[in-house]
Nanobody
Framework: QVTLKESGGGLVQAGESLRLSCVGT????????MGWFRQAPGQEREFVAR????????YYAGAVKGRFTISRDNAKNTVYLQMDSLKPEDTAVYYC???????????????????WGQGTQVTVSS
């Protein structure tokens, strides 16, 4: 059984930082691209960042580029999202996900990810 579990969310003030972690079990995660998505109340789930299976390529949504950094430690089956200079509009539930296809650079589209974590809440106050 494949599982993903996020942690590290919380309540912070604008300008502060958080580091999210996502630990995977049940498959060789090093063979798959990983992504972070977020969903605010009443809004669609949106792409935040993704990292290719071999850590060679990272991609970011325009709203977070320059503030967020995605990374992975394949030995620990863990992907991270370092979030700096947080803004109130970053408030959402953050999800990590693993792609269906092996050896890819991932996708910005939720449909291309076959496994999801339960999410972790990030709240940024002004």
């Amino acid at each position: 059984q494949v599982t993903l579990k996020e942690s590290g969310g919380g309540l912070v003030q604008a300008g502060e930082s958080l580091r999210l972690s996502c630990v995977g079990t049940g498959r060789t995660f090093s063979n798959y691209a990983m992504g972070w998505f977020r969903q605010a109340p009443g809004q669609e789930r949106e792409f935040v960042a993704r990292i290719s299976w071999n850590r060679g390529n990272t991609y970011y949504a325009g709203a977070v580029k320059g503030r967020f950094t995605i990374s992975r430690d394949n030995a620990k089956n863990t992907v991270y999202l370092q979030m700096d200079s947080l803004k109130p509009e970053d408030t959402a539930v953050y999800y990590c996900a693993s792609t269906e296809k092996r050896f890819s650079s991932g996708s910005d589209v939720p449909h291309d990810y076959s496994y999801w974590g339960q999410g972790t809440q990030v709240t940024v106050s002004s």
